[in-house]
T-cell receptor, first 112, second 115 residues
Framework: GDSVTQMEGPVTLSEEAFLTINCTYTATGYPSLFWYVQYPGEGLQLLLKATKADDKGSNKGFEATYRKETTSFHLEKGSVQVSDSAVYFCALSTSGTYKYIFGTGTRLKVLA | NAGVTQTPKFQVLKTGQSMTLQCAQDMNHEYMSWYRQDPGMGLRLIHYSVGAGITDQGEVPNGYNVSRSTTEDFPLRLLSAAPSQTSVYFC??????????????FGSGTQLSVL
C-alpha cells in the first residue's frame, strides 16, 4: 500500500542554520504531496503542497520539490529560526482515495 | 470563524468505560475524518466521512464507532475503552468529499488516557 517515510528526529539546529528533512514515498497512483507542521499543543496545519511532478511548494521560507524519479519530497529552509521549532509531517493523498497517509513526523528544535 | 472544534481537550477514562469525542466544523465541509497520533507512528486514520449519512473505515477502526447525521458534526465513540486507545485524537475536515489535492483543516486535539 501507499506509504511515507521521513527521517527520524529529533533534529537540533542553531538559529540561521540550513534545514533539510527527508521524505520519500511509495504510491500506486499519482499522489499529491504535503508538508504539515504541528506547533506544541496545536493541531496540524498545512505548510506547503505540490500536486504533480517537478512542482515546487513554498511557504514561510520553506520549500519542497516533488521528485517523481526519486519518489521524494524533501523539506528545506535556508535559515531556520527559533519559532520554527515544531514537528513536521510529510503526507500524501492519492487520486481515487479519500485518505491521507502521514509519515511519523520529525521534531525540529532550533536553539538561539 | 471557529473552524474545527474538538471537545474535550483532555479526558481520563477507566478501562471498559465508553465516551464520545466531539468534533464540529462551521465551514460547510463535506469531508471529515478522525486520526489518532501515537509516538513513532505518526497519524493513523480511524474513520472518515464524505458527507452526511456516509462513513467508512480507515486504517485502525477497531474499537471506534462514528456517525454523520449532519454536515457539521462527526462524533467518535469509544465503545469500551482500552489502555491501547490512550492517544491524542485529531479531527480534520476538507471542503469537498474528495480531498486528494486539498488541505486538511485540523482541530486542536483531544488527549485521552485510559487507565
Amino acid at each position: 500500500g501507499d506509504s511515507v517515510t521521513q527521517m527520524e528526529g529529533p533534529v537540533t539546529l542553531s538559529e540561521e542554520a540550513f534545514l533539510t528533512i527527508n521524505c520519500t514515498y511509495t504510491a500506486t497512483g499519482y499522489p499529491s504531496l504535503f508538508w504539515y507542521v504541528q506547533y506544541p499543543g496545536e493541531g496540524l496545519q498545512l505548510l506547503l503542497k505540490a500536486t504533480k511532478a517537478d512542482d515546487k511548494g513554498s511557504n514561510k521560507g520553506f520549500e519542497a520539490t516533488y521528485r517523481k524519479e526519486t519518489t521524494s519530497f524533501h523539506l528545506e529552509k535556508g535559515s531556520v529560526q527559533v519559532s520554527d521549532s515544531a514537528v513536521y509531517f510529510c503526507a500524501l493523498s492519492t487520486s481515487g482515495t479519500y485518505k491521507y497517509i502521514f509519515g511519523t513526523g520529525t521534531r525540529l528544535k532550533v536553539l538561539a | 470563524n471557529a473552524g474545527v472544534t474538538q471537545t474535550p481537550k483532555f479526558q481520563v477514562l477507566k478501562t471498559g468505560q465508553s465516551m464520545t469525542l466531539q468534533c464540529a466544523q462551521d465551514m460547510n465541509h463535506e469531508y471529515m475524518s478522525w486520526y489518532r497520533q501515537d509516538p513513532g507512528m505518526g497519524l493513523r486514520l480511524i474513520h472518515y466521512s464524505v458527507g452526511a449519512g456516509i462513513t467508512d473505515q480507515g486504517e485502525v477502526p477497531n474499537g471506534y464507532n462514528v456517525s454523520r447525521s449532519t454536515t457539521e458534526d462527526f462524533p467518535l465513540r469509544l465503545l469500551s475503552a482500552a489502555p491501547s486507545q490512550t492517544s491524542v485524537y485529531f479531527c480534520a475536515s476538507s471542503p469537498t468529499g474528495y480531498p486528494t489535492n486539498e488541505k486538511l483543516f485540523f482541530g486542536s486535539g483531544t488527549q485521552l488516557s485510559v487507565l
